[in-house]
């Protein structure tokens, strides 16, 4: 098959200018190489643009101060949200450098919390399709219709809608989420928005209020499942695997039941990895070994109590425990040190309906049927919260986690902020400013008794684009857990004193780029370790990374 080698407005200092087979209002329409008022005099002269702009010429740097301008005198989140993907649609150069450049405002706005209430919204705020939806209805023709994307993807960002975010199942209003993701991959790791493809498989939802809905764009039919949800699922493995060859696919908010069964099937056979699973097990750990270096001792010594037994907690612990088993502890050890609560109370062994990958941690113990029972009984040293449900760390349970613990581990990763376990302020309020605290979605510096706190997110951001562009680089055959422990310890090493001090487990966001540089060279050198990669590592790893990073200019 047959793609463009597309040569765009700003790959690289050498093609600054379009070829010239693509002029006039192909040119300006087309968001890969749409430069808008920053074209020059002799550009518009020589590409049929004359006439098709306003005579003045722009810099970037003045088009980025008009956008921020018009975006901050929105009223809503949501509108910024819509703005900013309006100029997504139509110059991808301004809108990565409006991100990079500002990044702590921009994130927010287009991925987590906004981006929860625009898939709520997505067949309201529909304006220009964005990546591809592949539907049931096109089973046995998947491979042909992958044809139809015009660029040679290297990272595919695929969810079916079942489970986003912790607001359920959107069907294909999910797209939010894919296109979201991507964005971060190019902002926050340079990976080349013409290789990333955001994908939506559309199987039906179960959602009363979407099928009900007018203005809902999927499928208005009952999820697809059992053999033939998971025989058109592998139809698209097979596909994307062909038309794209050495593709990254990362599986993104896929429910429990399918999310763990198509990371154990295609893992050990693909270059795939689940970010609800492993991208969030790498940053809570990243935030523990920060923590640790707080509140003094070892990994190993730790009793962990998860809020929650699907995806997150689980992935969290499977990682935790590799962890505590790095510095000596067995497994046997490590496993009793992490503990999980579900809807029905603790997990424990004999309990009837345990589901797979809950059983891992099903340890004997009588039943305690809430929370803060179970913090009781066993003091544990951290709380994690990963159940969507909002306010769940109540004031008592964080007295009672503070009542424990000199230095109380508390992190509340649900996201959107409606369904966090607490806010920052409640969690410096009622441990008495004592705890260390991560969140899942933004909160503003809290003053208590003199000292200010700097929440950060404990945010997948920080782990999955570096890893996705340490696999690429690297052109490694798979994605392996040892790559997430090397990327969660890269992230904890760039954690500064100055951080530590102010309560922040994890960096600036603003040095983002730094940071999933060096978490893309830890992974890409796992990769060449283990023979996953293409050919043997370079003498300059880091220099391989960054030589690949995307920098939006013109």
């Known amino acids: 098959?047959?793609?463009?080698?597309?040569?765009?407005?700003h790959s690289t200092p050498s093609s600054s200018t379009p070829s010239s087979s693509t002029r006039g209002m192909t040119l300006l329409r087309d968001p890969l190489l749409n430069k808008g008022t920053a074209f020059t005099e002799q550009e518009r002269a020589a590409l049929g643009l004359r006439g098709l702009l306003p005579p003045c010429v722009l810099t970037m740097q003045d088009q980025a101060e008009r956008v921020l301008i018009n975006l901050r005198n929105l009223p809503s989140d949501l509108e910024k949200y819509v703005a900013l993907n309006a100029l997504h649609d139509r110059n991808e150069a301004l809108f990565f450098r409006v991100v990079c450049d500002n990044i702590d405002e921009i994130q927010p706005l287009i991925y987590t919390p906004t981006v929860g209430l625009a898939c709520q919204k997505y067949g309201l705020i529909f304006q220009r399709p964005r990546g591809m939806f592949i539907s049931s209805r096109d089973r046995g023709q998947i491979a042909e219709i992958l044809k139809n994307w015009p660029y040679p993807a290297k990272l595919i960002v695929v969810t079916d809608g079942e489970r986003i975010l912790g607001l359920g199942d959107l069907g294909a209003n999910g797209m939010g989420i894919p296109v979201g993701k991507l964005s971060l991959y190019s902002a926050c790791a340079g990976v080349h928005p013409e290789q990333c493809l955001p994908i939506v498989l559309d199987v039906g939802t179960n959602n009363e209020e979407l099928l009900r809905d007018p203005y809902y764009l999927g499928l208005?039919?009952?999820?697809?499942?059992?053999?033939?949800?998971?025989?058109?699922v592998d139809e698209f493995m097979q596909a994307a695997r062909k038309?794209?060859?050495?593709?990254?696919?990362?599986?993104?908010?896929?429910?429990?039941?399918?999310?763990?069964k198509l990371l154990h099937k295609y893992r050990d056979e693909a270059c795939v990895f689940n970010d609800d699973i492993q991208g969030t097990a790498a940053v809570a750990l990243a935030g523990l070994f920060s923590a640790l270096r707080v509140g003094g001792?070892?990994?190993r010594d730790q009793r962990i109590l998860f809020l929650g037994a699907g995806e997150a907690a689980t992935g969290i612990a499977d990682l935790v425990v590799s962890a505590m088993m790095a510095e000596g502890a067995s497994e046997a050890e490590a496993l009793m040190r992490n503990w999980l609560v579900d809807s029905r109370g603790l997990v424990v062994k004999g309990r009837a309906g345990l589901s797979g990958h809950k059983l891992r941690y099903a340890?004997?113990?009588?039943?305690?049927?809430?929370?803060?029972?179970?913090?009781e009984t066993l003091k544990p040293t951290a709380i994690i919260g990963v159940a969507a449900v909002g306010g769940a760390f109540t004031p008592d349970v964080l007295k009672a986690i503070a009542k424990l613990n000199a230095h109380p581990i508390v992190f509340a990763l649900?996201?959107?902020?409606?369904?966090?376990?607490?806010?920052?302020?409640?969690?410096?309020?009622?441990?008495?400013?004592?705890?260390l605290f991560a969140?899942?979605?933004p909160y503003d510096p809290v003053t208590l008794n003199g000292r200010t706190f700097v929440p950060r997110q404990g945010n997948n951001s920080y782990i999955f684009p570096g890893v996705g562009l340490g696999v690429i680089a690297s052109r490694?055959?798979?994605?392996?857990?040892?790559?997430f422990m090397a990327a969660a310890h890269s992230l904890a090493d760039c954690v500064g004193k100055d951080d530590l001090d102010q309560g922040s487990l994890y960096p600036a966001l603003p040095r983002i780029r730094e940071v999933s540089a060096k978490i893309a060279a830890a992974v890409a050198q796992v990769a060449y370790q283990r023979g996953l990669a293409d050919g043997p590592a370079p003498n300059d790893v880091m220099g391989l990374v960054r030589s690949q990073m995307y920098e939006p200019h013109y």
């Open 1 to 9: 098959m047959n793609r463009p080698d597309r040569v765009t407005a």
């Open 220 to 232: 208005r039919e009952r999820r697809l499942t059992g053999e033939a949800y998971d025989s058109f």
């Open 243 to 260: 038309t794209f060859p050495g593709v990254l696919i990362q599986f993104e908010d896929f429910a429990n039941h399918a999310a763990f």
């Open 297 to 299: 001792g070892k990994l």
């Open 363 to 375: 340890h004997d113990h009588g039943q305690i049927a809430d929370f803060l029972a179970a913090i």
């Open 414 to 435: 649900s996201n959107p902020t409606s369904k966090a376990e607490c806010s920052a302020e409640d969690a410096y309020r009622y441990t008495e400013g004592r705890a």
């Open 439 to 441: 969140c899942g979605s």
């Open 476 to 483: 490694s055959r798979l994605v392996t857990d040892e790559m």
